[in-house]
């Protein structure tokens, strides 16, 4: 897609988001000029994503299905005084896949990395040092921005993907272990086993505020690994995040500021799951949504992706809502909300996640936080 040209569709930001939008348009709509740019050297982000199978419709489950690398029938989670393993199928996907299913599905000429947008326009991308590319539409995805409008609280993590020189005995993930110390909020544990060596252990708070301590952070995992005795422990990797968690506020405001008439992916149109802040199943859904369009004018590609996220937002009052009760909570109380959470029927636990509560869900969910 050379400078000047007037035809297809632009994407920025080559995350987790952008990169799924751009795979599924190259596989499904091979007809419509696509030029994806990512700032840093990798697509994908480099974080490792884990989710439930049923978010996601299994007629779009082919789109991730090219970047599983572990799966698993279900999990377990742990409170002090209860613990439990739930079915639930749910399966991991790495950043590295996705840089690598990028690369296999585009054409060179289709991406660009180590390219910044500074600014996305309705039909074009201006790139640092001025230069700029016009399309029919632009898509913005580089991540949150602008986000005062929402009510918002965080999710972060530390994680390190460790080498043990023995079995580790962890056979599928667990979602939470929630009978560590706690601080900063709330705090869990959280482990992926990715071979019977191989295991990322992460770190994580549902936290009032976005600053974190990574070096802390650390030394809490080192802490936790040493108290399970897991031996010869040779750190592979290491992977951070901070992720919002909604709790109301302005989103029609939230989609107007930073750009009135720019389609928006990802965090920065509020594709998240209120209560985790994944952006993986939202990310599918919008990938495939802009498969099925036949105009890719900047003007109907806002009107559109706006009107999903709105959508998505009016859907998931219930998560938000429980969001609210959490955090009103005092600190000390906040690991009972969610003990209290994981006693409940595993379909109710499910179709939350899922986002596809039914009203005797919402009645149970009420009684919980109340």
Same mark, same amino acid.
């Given at each position: 897609?050379?400078?000047g ?33 990512e700032?840093?050297?990798t ?17 779009d ?13 279900? /999990? ?12 639930a ?14 690369r296999e ?19 074009e ?14 898509i913005?995805?580089?991540g949150?921005?602008h ?14 993907e ?7 005995r ?15 909020? /709330?705090?869990?544990v ?7 060596t191989?295991?990322?252990?992460e ?31 040779e ?16 989103f029609?405001?939230f ?86 959470f994981?006693r409940?029927d ?9 986002g ?10 009420g009684?919980?936080v109340?």
């Amino acid at each position: 897609m050379a400078r000047g040209k007037r035809d297809g569709l632009l994407i920025a930001g080559g995350g987790l988001t952008g990169s799924l939008a751009a795979v599924a348009m190259a596989k499904k709509r091979p007809d419509v000029p696509l030029l994806l740019v990512e700032e840093g050297e990798t697509f994908g982000g480099g974080r490792t994503f884990l989710l439930f199978e049923d978010m996601i419709d299994e007629d779009d489950r082919w789109l991730v299905e090219p970047l599983v690398s572990g799966r698993w029938d279900g /999990y377990y989670v742990a409170f002090p005084g209860h613990s439990r393993k739930l079915k639930a199928p749910c399966v991991s996907i790495r950043g590295a896949d996705v840089d690598r299913l990028v690369r296999e599905t585009l054409r060179p000429s289709q991406y660009r990395l180590e390219t910044k947008a500074v600014a996305v326009r309705e039909n074009e991308l201006v790139l640092l040092g001025g230069d700029r590319i016009k399309a029919d539409g632009a898509i913005d995805a580089r991540g949150s921005a602008h986000i005062s409008m929402l009510d918002l609280r965080w999710h972060k993590f530390f994680g390190r993907e460790y080498s043990f020189s023995a079995p580790h005995r962890v056979d599928r993930p667990v979602l939470m272990d929630a009978t560590v110390e706690q601080s900063d909020g /709330y705090r869990f544990v959280r482990c992926t086993p990715f071979s019977d060596t191989r295991l990322l252990v992460e770190d994580c708070y549902h936290s009032d505020a976005p600053e974190f301590d990574e070096v802390a952070a650390g030394e809490r995992l080192d802490a936790y690994v040493a108290a399970r005795g897991w031996k010869g422990g040779e750190i592979e990797r290491e992977e951070a995040a901070v992720l919002p968690l909604a709790l109301g506020g302005d989103f029609s405001a939230f989609w107007r500021v930073g750009g009135a008439r720019v389609a928006k992916l990802g965090l920065r149109g509020g594709f998240f799951h209120p209560a985790t802040g994944s952006t993986v199943a939202d990310a599918v859904s919008a990938a495939i949504l802009l498969t099925e369009q036949t105009d890719f004018g900047g003007e109907a590609l806002h009107d559109l992706i706006e009107a999903e996220a709105a959508a998505l937002w009016r859907r998931r009052e219930l998560q938000r809502g429980f969001n609210e009760a959490v955090f009103e909570a005092r600190p000390e109380d906040r690991r009972a909300l969610f003990d209290g959470f994981y006693r409940l029927d595993s379909a109710i636990i499910a179709r939350f996640h899922a986002g596809r509560p039914g009203v005797l869900d919402r009645v149970r969910m009420g009684k919980l936080v109340k």
